[in-house]
């Protein structure tokens, strides 16, 4: 009998995992939450992702269960564990995705490097971090924020004031979470992957360009990026997948500051963005990696095909018409580009597919996927 592997969620990253499950044999079923969503063509089911009765209803045709998101909630993964259903990552895990400050806690006991940071509960005490701190600092909602999304840079402790207010609402004796405004030359990216029995490999570090908050290009390997870099970005990933007991692929997000240091900004327990360049510019891609891992297979080889790899995302898409009307005119003026979309519909501003395009002279490889993907702007 086939693997069955059910992925909750159905964005694009669940729609990704498709080809490389049908390539493997393994049954992929997704429970999406509402019809007609990237994840369509594999999804067997429909419901709430925080009804603990649907989730269940769903794990149980299925040997492993992993995610599209972290938004499942704790007491959602815990039945599903409770119930025997084998879930990777597991809720311990994901605890440190879904919390931005008991990720930072955690990554403290571990000796991570981080920008200072501090919970804050009321205005005072967000102020107090700022006169400590130049005046400036990055406040982030704890929970739920994602693509610049519950994320600011202020200069005074009344910029929060409506989200002191909700937390005052909720009366649930929560805090947002404070970090110094980090001086930083580029962001940079880490993905590993580990599976359940503890292998774990690395894929070469790269650099992240971001624009309005959401991520709109990716180079692989991160230009200019030396020896010791390279390792220390390798040591923190694996250090991070091993001390939050990971399973799956594990995405950290880095700040490479003006002296020289890493800092580690975000993590994602899943396939992420910053990974896309791999499904075509790595041996294994993180999608075939992710359910390799999920089902304790062995890992794939994580070495690049070409010296380097780039990815262009493809924000917003053609307002007068669809992305498969300009297919034709970006595969005749790139053939050598890959072109992945999401079936989403254009809006200003969504991801709606990615351009992938490999090569051995980053000028032309960087040009190559800009120009193909410009293709689906207005």
């Not at 992929?28 to 089911?45: F, I, K, N, P, Y």
């Not at 799956?248 to 896309?276: C, I, K, Q, W, Y």
């Not at 690049?304 to 595969?331: H, K």
């Amino acid at each position: 009998m086939a693997l069955r592997v059910g992925v909750v969620g159905g964005g694009q990253l669940a729609r990704m995992m498709i080809a490389p499950a049908v390539e493997l044999g393994v049954e992929l079923s997704v429970l999406a939450e509402e019809a007609g969503m990237a994840a369509s063509l594999a999804a067997t089911a429909v419901g709430d992702y925080r009804d603990a009765e649907a989730v269940l209803a769903f794990a149980r045709a299925v040997d492993v269960v992993t995610f599209d998101h972290e938004h499942v909630p704790q007491p959602v993964l815990r039945a599903l564990v409770d119930a025997g259903v084998a879930v990777h990552p597991g809720p311990d895990a994901l605890q440190f995705a879904q919390d931005k400050l008991v990720m930072r806690a955690r990554l403290a006991e571990l000796g991570m490097p981080q920008p200072d940071w501090a919970a804050v509960s009321d205005a005072d005490q967000l102020q107090a971090f700022l006169d400590d701190h130049g005046g400036r600092a990055v406040v982030k909602t704890p929970r739920g924020g994602y693509d610049g999304k519950g994320v600011r840079v202020v200069s005074a402790a009344t910029e929060a004031a409506d989200w002191f207010a909700a937390l005052a609402e909720d009366a649930n004796g929560g805090a947002l979470l404070v970090e110094e405004l980090v001086d930083f030359t580029r962001e940079l990216a880490q993905q590993v992957a580990r599976r359940p029995s503890g292998e774990v490999l690395a894929y070469p570090v790269v650099e992240t360009v971001q624009r309005d908050g959401v991520c709109a290009e990716v180079v692989a390997p991160a230009p200019h990026a030396g020896d010791r870099l390279v390792a220390v970005a390798a040591d923190i990933g694996v250090s991070i997948a091993e001390g939050l007991g990971v399973t799956g692929m594990l995405a950290v997000e880095l700040f490479e500051t003006t002296d020289d240091r890493l800092l580690v900004n975000e993590l994602a327990m899943r396939p992420h963005n910053s990974g896309h360049w791999s499904q075509d510019g790595a041996v294994t891609g993180q999608f075939e990696q992710h359910l390799r891992a999920v089902l304790d297979l062995p890992l794939g080889d994580t070495t690049p095909r070409a010296a380097w790899s780039v990815m262009v995302n493809i924000l917003g898409g053609p307002s007068a018409d669809t992305l498969d009307a300009r297919f034709a005119a970006v595969m005749a003026a790139h053939p050598d580009a890959k072109v992945h979309t999401y079936g989403k519909a254009p809006r200003p501003g969504r991801k709606v597919g990615h351009v992938n395009v490999v090569g051995d002279e980053l000028d032309d490889v960087m040009y190559q996927a800009r120009a193909a993907a410009s293709h689906f702007a207005d």
